[in-house]
């Protein structure tokens, strides 16, 4: 079977091994074209979970024992192997879940420079000396593996999540049981073979594909892991986060958000708009970064709607494959109705200030992209997540009433800024109720050497990527020895 299979039939892979699941078959077709079958899924049972989480026990021991540098050498051979096969993968992602083609490839290589990236730590510090009240005593701090961790990975970001996940707990001596999300299933297989034919251990990643709510769950409550990472849904990662809890498992969860950008009547207009829309409407507004709402300083209320009618004939609605793609369709019947139900409230209780009239040549799962003003901000189409390309337009008075309506929220993951008022700018860095905070920036879109993660019911209190991910995947021991 090569990456390249026009059709994919998907299987486990456990120490090494391609092992089909036990459960039931689920045909995958394009969201940007129905008619278009892309592969099938067969899916796992909790034996085939079981057998993973041995698989990666068993290896633990060899891989642990490996230096960090040649571990680091194994990260640079999946890097350099995921590169060779960027466009092949980035189609085959694009066919599954609808991200438009450009977008994905910066996806894969945004993978290549996080497993780059990681592997250079094989060979930095991984602790710190620490004085001694006690004459000829060595003190000093290490990090060391967790053991077996479990990665649970959502279908939107079907190749950067994963590997901002694997790279830093392989590199720290993990190993991997991971299941990603249903209908990002076939890019995981491919990425997986990918891995395989760049030499990674037998059993040091082990790949299940299924259900949340049957693997997913058997995987948190049943297996004997030590660490467990995972990205999705608010409601899902709080009962993960109870259940590891009780379990003394080391979790780490990624959730909802409910972003803004803040823009202020000193902000230039001809520079502010179009970053907006990029951080609203990329991907279908299915980034857990995406602008859902967009607060604005009354005094330019009216000039910036103005500016965004006009900047909205730029956000096309089309086929994902083309080159030029702004936004495709969104992921899944599913994902299809519930954004759905949101546009049509929106239509009966909002204001509608630009709706888009595209219709792309092919059936799938597309949503003309909205956005609408004439809401509270106690309105579901502004307090909730709703994880499509519709954003709400909502007046403030001044800076400050800016402020309370940003942090009027159950969520704190991301927000931005537009100003040319450099206090002001500086001043929402430390007003923002949020985790990942920007000026003059987008609000999606976070750099894989800085630290990922929000505030209140957006994460749990880790961070990933960058040197705090390091933290998440180890343990820390302190040493100590007399020599004299």
């Not at 067969?42 to 040649?70: D, F, I, P, Y």
């Amino acid at each position: 079977m090569t990456l390249l299979d026009q059709q994919v039939i998907t299987k486990n892979w456990i120490n090494g091994e391609w092992v089909k699941g036990d459960g039931d078959p689920l045909t995958v077709r394009n969201p940007a074209n129905l008619k278009e079958t892309i592969g099938e899924l067969t899916l796992s049972t909790s034996v085939q979970v079981k057998a993973a989480e041995e698989s990666a026990r068993n290896a633990l021991q060899s891989w642990k024992s490996t230096t960090g540098n040649e571990r680091g050498q194994y990260l640079y051979k999946m890097a350099n192997a995921l590169e060779q096969n960027a466009e092949a993968l980035a189609e085959l992602a694009t066919k599954e879940m609808g991200k438009p083609i450009g977008e994905m490839k910066g996806e894969v290589a945004r993978g290549v420079q996080l497993l780059r990236y990681y592997a250079g730590e094989g060979v930095r510090s991984d602790g710190d000396v620490i004085p001694s009240t006690a004459q000829g005593v060595l003190q000093y701090s290490k990090r060391i593996p967790l053991g077996v961790v479990g990665l649970i990975t959502p279908w939107n970001f079907p190749v950067a999540i994963p590997i901002w996940k694997l790279a830093p707990a392989l590199i720290c001596g993990n190993t991997v049981v991971w299941k990603p999300a249903e209908n990002s299933s076939l890019s995981a297989y491919k990425l997986c073979q990918i891995f395989e034919e760049a030499g990674i251990p037998k059993g040091v990643i082990n790949l299940v594909i299924g259900k949340g709510s049957e693997i997913g769950s058997y995987l948190v409550e049943r297996t004997s892991i030590n660490g467990l990472s995972f990205t999705g849904s608010t409601a899902t990662g709080t009962n993960i986060a109870a259940i590891s809890a009780q379990r003394n498992i080391k979790y780490q969860t990624e959730m909802g958000g409910k972003n803004a950008a803040v823009v202020l009547k000193d902000a230039d207009l001809s520079t502010t708009v179009a970053p907006i829309l990029s951080g609203t409407f990329r991907s279908a507004g299915q980034k857990c970064t995406a602008s859902s709402r967009i607060i604005v300083e009354e005094a330019i209320y009216d000039e910036f709607v103005t500016a965004l009618q006009k900047e909205m004939k730029n956000v096309r609605l089309d086929y994902p494959l083309h080159e030029d793609s702004y936004l495709g369709p969104v992921a899944s019947r599913a994902q299809y109705a519930k954004v759905q139900s949101y546009v049509e409230l929106a239509k009966q209780e909002a204001e509608i200030i630009y709706e888009n009239k595209d219709q792309p040549e092919y059936e799938g799962y597309y949503v003309n992209p909205l956005v609408v003003a004439g809401v509270a901000n106690d309105h579901p189409l502004a307090k909730e997540e709703i994880f499509g390309p519709l954003t709400v337009v909502i007046k403030a008075k001044d800076y400050q009433d800016a402020i309370e309506i940003l942090n009027d929220s159950e969520y704190g993951l991301s927000g931005s800024i537009f100003t040319n008022d450099l206090s002001k700018a500086h001043q929402f860095l430390e007003d923002a109720e949020i985790g990942m905070v920007r000026a003059n920036l987008e609000t999606a879109g976070v750099e894989y050497q800085a630290p990922f993660g929000g505030l209140k019911q957006s994460s749990s209190h880790t961070r990933e990527q960058g040197q705090a991910a390091l933290n998440f995947y180890s343990n820390l021991k302190t040493c100590a020895i007399k020599y004299k």
